[in-house]
């Protein structure tokens, strides 16, 4: 395994557009890599010979890759081809496979991220910055063409509106659009593009239109919701104001996610757990969580959502939430995942007065984490959480919670607000981990393809 990834690691990395200038080759040098301070880019133990893993299967590797130059993206639609075919390995990159060959419980840091593209000198800068776009953002997948896609920002976070992509094919960031320019608190802006806002989790993926989709968050400089929803496109970098006539009011803190079963966004926001139709464009709330027996139980948290596609169930945790629904039977089906480990959760202290919704389960690792990061492992038939410190899985079969290897991995920052940025990719079987603007993080699960 050293041997190859070390070949693979080797090779120039090719950008595939002039967005981003190409960098230079890797040394192969090899390095034992250990649990110390990976932050940022540029770690003294981290160099930039490091250029290979030394990957054995307790963990505890991690391979920094070149950061690019920043540049300036140029304007107009671009076209990149078709997504490769998924089963035929000799049509990804060598990244791609780098990706597919690192061994379980692996991770792996790239310190390169959208800052690197990244412009924050304009009056678009608000408090933070370029560091401002992760603030209760997320980000999503687009499995078309293997892109990592981020956007966000907000309130007094960082007013810029744009949308950055990470590209597996090459490790290499490009700033889709370019930020617009104020007054900030309307939705649409003067131009028409969409408001920078926190995006929570409501940030999804609308496969059959290959889209990304959004509505709601907390729109910059003064914080309010927004009742808009958008698309948008991310080879033509169109964005689209689809709101529909009878959309419902302002969505502020919004979980989201599109099933592809039934062609149908779910959507919790608050006390309200609503469906959207991407197709007819309508809006539909099949439960309220306003009243007993689903009020207070469901009413509150800042959760991320995740889909278990072979058992059909919603799964929303976060921010004290422990929410489970079936997609089939359409009905909450919590208490009938009790689960051990990962630390215990009740949430009899919230809810004093309502002894009949009381839970105890396991998972308060991730359930009490502020915004954690979550998705499904569907070779491992796993949950796989990040709740800034720890990696937690969750094996639905025998409902144990078990913690993943840190070693090699992020330094326990406490960072959260990872919503979306935590994704799995099917088709390399790994995880992404977007925590700051400066690097990004794989986790290898299982091993192959």
């Known amino acids: 395994m050293r041997a190859s990834l070390i070949g693979i690691f080797a090779l120039s990395i090719t950008a595939c557009t002039a967005h981003v200038s190409d960098p230079p080759p890797i040394d192969a040098g090899t390095a034992d890599v250990g649990p ?137 960031w490009e700033r889709l659009t370019t930020p617009s320019l104020g007054p900030y608190n309307q939705d649409p802006l003067n131009d028409g593009q969409p408001v920078s806002r926190h995006t929570y989790d409501g940030l999804t993926w609308i496969g059959d239109q290959r889209l990304m989709w959004t509505w709601g968050g907390s729109r910059a400089n003064d914080g309010n919701g927004t009742n808009l929803v958008w698309t948008f496109d991310p080879i033509t970098t169109v964005w689209s104001n689809v709101t529909p006539l009878d959309v419902p009011g302002s969505a502020y803190e919004t979980s989201a996610i599109w099933d592809p079963i039934t062609d149908k966004v779910y959507l919790k926001a608050g006390e309200h757990f609503r469906t959207y139709d991407p197709n007819t464009g309508t809006f539909a709330e099949p439960h309220n969580f306003g009243s007993p027996p689903l009020w207070p139980r469901y009413a509150g948290g800042r959760q ?19 929410m489970l629904y079936d997609l089939d039977a359409d009905t909450f089906v919590t208490d009938e995942w009790i689960t051990t480990g990962g630390g215990d959760f009740s949430n009899a202290t919230q809810l004093p007065e309502h002894p009949a919704q009381h839970i105890q389960t396991g998972g308060a690792a991730l359930i009490t984490s502020a915004d954690p990061g979550l998705d499904y492992d569907r070779r491992a038939d796993q949950l796989i959480g990040w709740n800034g410190t720890q990696l937690w899985a969750l094996d639905l079969s025998a409902k144990v919670w078990t913690s993943r290897s840190v070693v090699g991995g992020p330094t326990g920052t406490g960072t959260h607000e990872v919503y979306g940025r935590f994704r799995y990719i099917d088709a390399l079987n790994v995880f992404i981990l977007i925590e700051s603007p400066d690097e990004v993080w794989f986790y290898k699960n299982t091993p192959g393809p």
């Open 36 to 172: 110390s301070d990976r932050g940022v880019a540029g770690d003294a133990d981290v160099g930039a010979d490091l250029g290979a893993v030394d990957a054995e299967p307790d963990g505890g590797a991690a391979v920094d890759a070149t950061q690019p130059d920043a540049a300036e993206p140029d304007a107009g639609p671009r076209d990149y081809g078709p997504a490769r075919d998924a089963g035929d390995l000799s049509q990804y990159t060598a990244m791609e496979r780098s990706l597919i060959e690192l061994p379980a419980d692996t991770w792996l840091r790239i310190p390169t991220g959208f800052r690197s593209v990244c412009d924050d000198n304009g009056e678009w800068r608000a408090v933070s910055g370029c560091d401002g776009i992760t603030a209760f953002s997320g980000g999503l997948y687009d499995p078309e063409h293997r892109w990592m896609l981020v956007f966000g920002g907000g309130h007094n976070d960082y007013a810029g509106n744009e949308v950055y992509a990470f590209k597996l094919g090459d490790f290499t």
């Open 304 to 322: 991320r959502v995740a889909l278990d596609d072979l058992r059909r169930i919603l799964w929303f945790v976060g921010g004290g939430l422990y």
